[in-house]
C-alpha cells in the first residue's frame, strides 16, 4: 500500500467532527475569519454562563435543602401575615426597620377604610330617611351633612390607592386588598417618600393618584374625622345598623390623632394591628439577622386564607418542615364568605384535612390558638360559648375552659387522623403583641431548626 494511503488511514482514526467543524473553511477570507472567530468566542461565553448557571442553581438548590421551609395556613383574618411580620421583627430586624414607612400608608388606608364605611352608613340613612318622607325619623343633622362632605375628598384618595395597589382588581370594599406577591410593596416605597421633581407625573391626574398626599390631606381632616367618631348619634346610628367597627381588623379609629398627623411615624404594634388582605401565595425567603441560630435561612410561605383559595395551597406542601397553623377561637363568629359557617368550626375542618393529608405525614405542626386577646374580651363581655356551640354544655364559660374545651378536640383530630404519631405543638398567642409572640416564635423557629437538622443528620 502507498505511503499516502497509510498516511490517510491513520489520519481517518483520529477523525474528530468538531475540530473538522471549526476548521476553517477552504479560501476563508479576513472578513469571514473574523466573524467565524467571534462566533467561536461567544459560544464559549454562553457555555461558561450556563456552567456558573447550572453551579449557581445546584448551590442555590443545595441552600434550600438545608433552609427552613414554613407554611403559614388558617382561614382568612386568622393572623398568618401578622405572624409573618412578628417573624420579621423578631429575626431581621433591620429588614422590619426597612418596612416601616410603607406600613404607615397601609394603616392611613386602613383609617381612611373605616370612615368609608361609615359614610356609606351614613348615607344609607338619610337615603332611607327621604325616600320614606320622614326627615324627621333620623337624629342626623345637617352638621353631619357638613362633616361628612369635608371628608369626601380621604374617600377620593382612598380609591386611588387602592386601586393602584390591588392594579386590575379594584377591591371596592372595606379591606385593603393588594394583588399576589410581593408587588405592591414596591408601589408603596415609591409613594411613601417625598415627591421630587424627577418624578413621572402621576399617570391618571386623578384624585389619590398621588399617595404622597395622603398624609397632608389626613392631617386637614384630622379634627373633622375625630369629631365624626367621636359623635353620639354618629354612633347609634352605627349601633342600630349593627356596624361594629371596634372588632373589625385594621381599626385605627380611636388613634387618629396620632395617625393622622403630619410626623407620624408606625409603632411595632401598629404594624401588626395593620390589616392588608393577601391574595395567592407570597413566598417569602430570609436569611436571620439576630438571634441563637443567627444565619439560618428560611423560606416562610404565606397564603390567601379564604374558602375558594385552599386549593392553591397544594402545590406548596411539598417538603415544607413545619406548618404554623392558625387558629383564633372565635366561637361567636361565621366566616365572611359564607355566614352559615362557625369559624372555629371551619379551622376544625381545616385541620382535620390537612393532619391528615399524606403529603404532609413528616411535616411538623405548630398550633396557634391566635387572637387571644379577643377572645378574653368576649368571655369576659359575658358572651356564652353554649349559646353558638351548644356542645360546650354547662362548662364554666371561662377562657381557661373554653381553651382547653377546643385544645382537646383539635388534638383528637391530630391524634386520629396523622398518617404516622408526631407531637401536638399548641401554643395561645396574641399576634399583636410582639414581645409575647417573639417568645414563642423563638421557641417554635429553635424547635423547627433541631427537628430538620436532625433530618439533614448534622446534629
Ligand atoms: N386583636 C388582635 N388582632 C389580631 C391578632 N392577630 C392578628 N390580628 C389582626 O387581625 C387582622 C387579620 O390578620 P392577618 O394577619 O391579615 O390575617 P391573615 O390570616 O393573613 O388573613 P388573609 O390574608 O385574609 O388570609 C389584622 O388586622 C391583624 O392585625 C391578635 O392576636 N389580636
Ligand atoms: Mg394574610
Same mark, same amino acid.
Not at 152 to 169: C, R
Not at 241 to 270: N, Q
Not at 327 to 336: E, G, V
Given at each position: 500500500?502507498?505511503?499516502?494511503?497509510?498516511?490517510?488511514?491513520?489520519?481517518?482514526?483520529?477523525?474528530?467532527?468538531?475540530?473538522?467543524?471549526?476548521?476553517?473553511?477552504?479560501?476563508?477570507?479576513?472578513?469571514?475569519?473574523? %466573524?467565524?472567530?467571534?462566533?467561536?468566542?461567544?459560544?464559549?461565553?454562553?457555555?461558561?454562563?450556563?456552567? %456558573?448557571?447550572?453551579?449557581?442553581?445546584?448551590?442555590?438548590?443545595?441552600?434550600?435543602?438545608? *433552609?427552613?421551609?414554613?407554611?403559614?395556613?388558617?382561614?382568612?383574618?386568622?393572623?398568618?401575615?401578622?405572624?409573618?411580620?412578628?417573624?420579621?421583627?423578631?429575626?431581621?430586624?433591620?429588614?422590619?426597620?426597612?418596612?416601616?414607612?410603607?406600613?404607615?400608608? %397601609?394603616?392611613?388606608?386602613?383609617?381612611?377604610?373605616?370612615?368609608?364605611?361609615?359614610?356609606?352608613?351614613?348615607?344609607?340613612?338619610?337615603?332611607?330617611?327621604?325616600?320614606?318622607?320622614?326627615?324627621?325619623?333620623?337624629?342626623?343633622?345637617?352638621?353631619?351633612?357638613?362633616?361628612?362632605?369635608?371628608?369626601?375628598?380621604?374617600?377620593?384618595?382612598?380609591?386611588?390607592?387602592?386601586?393602584?395597589?390591588?392594579?386590575?382588581?379594584?377591591?371596592?370594599?372595606?379591606?385593603?386588598?393588594?394583588?399576589?406577591?410581593?408587588?405592591?410593596?414596591?408601589?408603596?416605597?415609591?409613594?411613601?417618600?417625598?415627591?421630587?421633581?424627577?418624578? &413621572?407625573?402621576?399617570?391618571?391626574?386623578?384624585?389619590?393618584?398621588?399617595?404622597?398626599?395622603?398624609?397632608?390631606?389626613?392631617?386637614?381632616?384630622?379634627?373633622?374625622?375625630?369629631?365624626?367618631?367621636?359623635?353620639?348619634?354618629?354612633?347609634?346610628?352605627?349601633?342600630?345598623?349593627?356596624?361594629?367597627?371596634?372588632?373589625? &381588623?385594621?381599626?385605627?379609629?380611636?388613634?387618629?390623632?396620632?395617625?393622622?398627623?403630619?410626623?407620624?411615624?408606625?409603632?411595632?404594634?401598629?404594624?401588626?394591628?395593620?390589616?392588608?388582605?393577601?391574595?395567592?401565595?407570597?413566598?417569602?425567603?430570609?436569611?436571620?439577622?439576630?438571634?441563637?441560630? *443567627?444565619?439560618?435561612?428560611?423560606?416562610?410561605?404565606?397564603?390567601?386564607?379564604?374558602?375558594?383559595?385552599?386549593?392553591?395551597?397544594?402545590?406548596?406542601?411539598?417538603?415544607?418542615?413545619?406548618?404554623?397553623?392558625?387558629?383564633?377561637?372565635?366561637?361567636?363568629?361565621?366566616?365572611?364568605?359564607?355566614?352559615?359557617?362557625?369559624?372555629?368550626?371551619?379551622?376544625?375542618?381545616?385541620?382535620?384535612?390537612?393532619?391528615?393529608?399524606?403529603?404532609?405525614?413528616?411535616?411538623?405542626?405548630?398550633?396557634?390558638?391566635?387572637?387571644?386577646?379577643?377572645?378574653?374580651?368576649?368571655?369576659?363581655?359575658?358572651?356564652?360559648?353554649?349559646?353558638?356551640? &351548644?356542645?360546650?354544655?354547662?362548662?364554666?364559660?371561662?377562657?381557661?375552659?373554653?381553651?382547653?374545651?377546643?385544645?382537646?378536640?383539635?388534638?383528637?383530630?391530630?391524634?386520629?387522623?396523622?398518617?404516622?404519631?408526631?407531637?401536638?405543638?399548641?401554643?395561645?398567642?396574641?399576634?399583636?403583641?410582639?414581645?409575647?409572640?417573639?417568645?414563642?416564635?423563638?421557641?417554635?423557629?429553635?424547635?423547627?431548626?433541631?427537628?430538620?437538622?436532625?433530618?439533614?443528620?448534622?446534629?
Amino acid at each position: 500500500m502507498p505511503d499516502r494511503f497509510k498516511a490517510s488511514r491513520s489520519s481517518e482514526s483520529s477523525f474528530d467532527p468538531l475540530s473538522v467543524g471549526l476548521q476553517p473553511p477552504p479560501n476563508e477570507t479576513e472578513e469571514e475569519k473574523e %466573524v467565524r472567530l467571534a462566533a467561536a468566542r461567544e459560544a464559549v461565553r454562553v457555555s461558561r454562563t450556563i456552567d %456558573v448557571g447550572l453551579v449557581e442553581s445546584k448551590k442555590a438548590m443545595e441552600r434550600k435543602k438545608r *433552609a427552613v421551609k414554613i407554611l403559614l395556613l388558617g382561614q382568612s383574618e386568622s393572623g398568618k401575615s401578622s405572624v409573618l411580620r412578628n417573624f420579621r421583627l423578631a429575626f431581621t430586624p433591620k429588614y422590619f426597620e426597612s418596612e416601616r414607612l410603607l406600613w404607615k400608608t %397601609v394603616i392611613q388606608l386602613n383609617l381612611i377604610s373605616s370612615l368609608k364605611k361609615i359614610l356609606a352608613v351614613l348615607q344609607e340613612e338619610w337615603d332611607e330617611t327621604e325616600s320614606a318622607g320622614t326627615k324627621s325619623a333620623t337624629l342626623l343633622t345637617s352638621e353631619h351633612r357638613r362633616l361628612a362632605l369635608s371628608l369626601s375628598p380621604l374617600l377620593a384618595f382612598e380609591t386611588g390607592i387602592s386601586n393602584m395597589l390591588s392594579s386590575d382588581s379594584p377591591s371596592g370594599g372595606y379591606t385593603v386588598t393588594v394583588r399576589p406577591g410581593g408587588g405592591w410593596k414596591d408601589k408603596l416605597a415609591s409613594f411613601g417618600r417625598a415627591p421630587s421633581s424627577d418624578d &413621572p407625573p402621576s399617570p391618571t391626574g386623578a384624585p389619590g393618584s398621588d399617595p404622597s398626599q395622603v398624609t397632608q390631606v389626613l392631617a386637614a381632616c384630622k379634627d373633622e374625622i375625630i369629631s365624626l367618631w367621636g359623635d353620639t348619634v354618629v354612633r347609634s346610628v352605627l349601633e342600630s345598623r349593627d356596624v361594629h367597627l371596634k372588632e373589625a &381588623p385594621g381599626f385605627f379609629l380611636d388613634d387618629t390623632e396620632r395617625i393622622a398627623a403630619l410626623d407620624y411615624v408606625p409603632s411595632d404594634r401598629d404594624i401588626m394591628r395593620a390589616r392588608i388582605r393577601t391574595l395567592g401565595v407570597e413566598e417569602h425567603r430570609f436569611v436571620t439577622e439576630s438571634g441563637f441560630r *443567627a444565619g439560618t435561612e428560611f423560606f416562610i410561605t404565606d397564603v390567601c386564607g379564604s374558602s375558594n383559595q385552599r386549593s392553591t395551597w397544594i402545590p406548596y406542601f411539598d417538603d415544607v418542615q413545619a406548618i404554623l397553623f392558625l387558629a383564633p377561637l372565635a366561637f361567636w363568629q361565621s366566616l365572611d364568605e359564607d355566614a352559615k359557617v362557625n369559624r372555629v368550626q371551619d379551622s376544625l375542618e381545616i385541620w382535620r384535612e390537612i393532619v391528615g393529608n399524606p403529603l404532609l405525614a413528616k411535616t411538623a405542626f405548630i398550633l396557634l390558638f391566635n387572637k387571644k386577646d379577643i377572645l378574653q374580651a368576649h368571655i369576659a363581655a359575658g358572651v356564652l360559648v353554649k349559646k353558638f356551640v &351548644p356542645s360546650f354544655g354547662d362548662r364554666p364559660n371561662d377562657v381557661a375552659s373554653v381553651t382547653k374545651y377546643f385544645r382537646d378536640k383539635f388534638s383528637a383530630y391530630h391524634r386520629k387522623f396523622s398518617p404516622e404519631p408526631r407531637p401536638f405543638i399548641f401554643y395561645e398567642t396574641e399576634a399583636i403583641d410582639t414581645k409575647s409572640t417573639a417568645i414563642i416564635l423563638g421557641e417554635v423557629q429553635e424547635q423547627i431548626i433541631r427537628n430538620h437538622m436532625k433530618g439533614l443528620d448534622v446534629m
